[in-house]
């Protein structure tokens, strides 16, 4: 009689099941129900799960982490502050600085970097154990994120050109164009005000989404094999899983940085004063 193969996600990921090959149990693949979670207990209607509660533990690590580093800060810094002004210099000097410009830029340093160690740190819970889940393969925290840019983009654009002057850099208003202009203000109109934060959002979840998934499916394989002849297989499965999230490390640090790359290229759009 063949045995079922009836686990929740939770259970597929802490590897609470007793199902290999050769035991007359199927392969459960992981899917869309590796994403989905039981609410840990719910307020008023409200329910609060397991990647809400990494994405506060996450907040507040960075939170902590800053105000220890420059808290009392020293001549001559601690490990902890060298650390804190590394990261922090990286992205204003490598990211907004060479982007936007020093004295524009200067402003919206505090928000880029802000930005940078949320999504990191949002993205790095995928490898660290009893978490093990990306924060950002959930849609609505990179869409959060990206309409935050949108708007401070939006904003900045009417504030710096006015009415008239932001409608043409939305639209990519050039006249020299002669008769294709039409057509391409209408293009860029879309493309600006209603693709490119979706873009922004998605770009980011999908990689942690299927970044995430390929590492689950050779973690389960692995899991799965690990039975007589199956061993090899396992050892194989287990070896792609260690090169999987290894490629995770670096695929994580790269998302954060195009997040806001890509920010500060839309606020640099913003405050240029040609079109």
Not at 56 to 74: E, R, Y
Not at 91 to 113: A, L, Q, S, W
Not at 148 to 167: D, S
Request: aromatic share 16%; glycine share 8%.
């Amino acid at each position: 009689m063949q045995k079922e193969l009836t686990v929740s996600a939770d259970q597929m990921l802490a590897f609470k099941t007793d199902c290999h090959i050769f035991d007359g149990c199927g392969f459960e693949a992981p899917g869309l129900h590796s994403f989905v979670f039981e609410p840990m207990f719910s307020v008023g209607g409200f329910d609060f799960n397991k990647p809400m509660l990494l994405a506060l533990v996450g907040t507040l690590a960075i939170v902590w982490f800053f105000w220890a580093a420059f808290s009392k800060p020293k001549l001559v810094p601690g490990k902890l502050q060298m650390v804190g002004e590394a990261g922090y210099d990286f992205i204003r000097r490598g990211v907004v600085y060479e982007t936007i410009g020093k004295k524009e830029g200067e402003k919206y340093v505090p928000m880029v970097v802000a930005l940078f160690f949320f999504v990191w740190v949002m993205n790095l819970w995928s490898i660290i154990p009893l978490a093990q889940f990306p924060v950002t393969s959930i849609f609505s925290i990179p869409l959060g994120l990206a309409l935050i840019v949108y708007i401070t983009w939006v904003g900045l654009t009417f504030k710096r050109h006015g009415f008239v002057g932001a409608f043409k850099n939305f639209t990519g208003y050039d006249k020299s164009l002669g008769g294709v202009l039409p057509l391409v203000m209408v293009i860029e109109f879309f493309s600006n005000l209603l693709i490119r934060p979706f873009t922004h959002a998605v770009r980011l979840f999908a990689n942690m989404f299927a970044g995430h998934m390929l590492v689950v499916l050779f973690t389960i394989a692995s899991w799965y094999m690990l039975n007589g002849i199956g061993i090899a297989y396992s050892a194989v499965s287990f070896l792609m899983t260690v090169v999987m999230i290894a490629f995770e490390l670096f695929i994580q640090v790269i998302q954060a940085y195009v997040f806001v790359l890509l920010t500060c290229t839309y606020i640099q759009g913003a405050l240029a004063e040609e079109h």
